[in-house]
C-alpha cells in the first residue's frame, strides 16, 4: 500500500485483487467508477456507482460524510488518480485509488443505466 497526501487526506493505492477481497468484507466501501457512461455501460463492476470524473462535485449525493471509505476505479488509472486528488481536495479522508478496471478478476454487469 502506498499512501500520498497528508494522514488527514491519504490517497491509498490498491490492486483490485486487494480490492475485490475488502469489498467483499466491508459492504459500507463505496465502489465509484469515474469512467463516462458509455464505458460504464460496456462493463462495470458489480455495486459501483457511476460519476464520471467531470461530476466530481457530486459526490456529497453520493458520500455526504468525508470519512466514507471511496474506493475509485477507470479504465486504465488515469482519471481515477484525478479523482482521487480532487476528493482529497475537498476534504474526503478514505480514499483507494483502485486505478483501472482492466485488472478486475470478477464478474462486470454491462449494460447498466446510468
Do not use: H, Q
Amino acid at each position: 500500500m502506498i499512501f500520498f497526501g497528508s494522514k488527514t487526506r491519504a490517497i491509498e493505492k490498491m490492486s483490485m485483487g486487494n480490492a475485490k477481497e475488502a469489498l467483499a468484507e466491508d459492504g459500507e466501501i463505496c465502489l465509484i467508477d469515474v469512467r463516462n457512461p458509455e464505458e460504464y455501460r460496456s462493463g462495470n463492476i458489480l455495486g459501483r456507482i457511476n460519476l464520471p470524473l467531470g461530476s466530481m462535485g457530486g459526490i456529497a449525493s453520493v458520500a455526504p460524510e468525508l470519512g466514507t471509505r471511496l474506493f475509485i476505479y477507470c479504465l486504465s488509472g488515469g482519471r481515477s488518480a484525478r479523482a482521487c486528488s480532487a476528493l482529497a481536495s475537498m476534504g474526503y479522508t478514505a480514499i483507494t485509488d483502485l486505478g483501472g478496471i482492466t485488472g478486475w478478476t470478477g464478474p462486470l454487469e454491462t449494460g447498466a443505466r446510468v
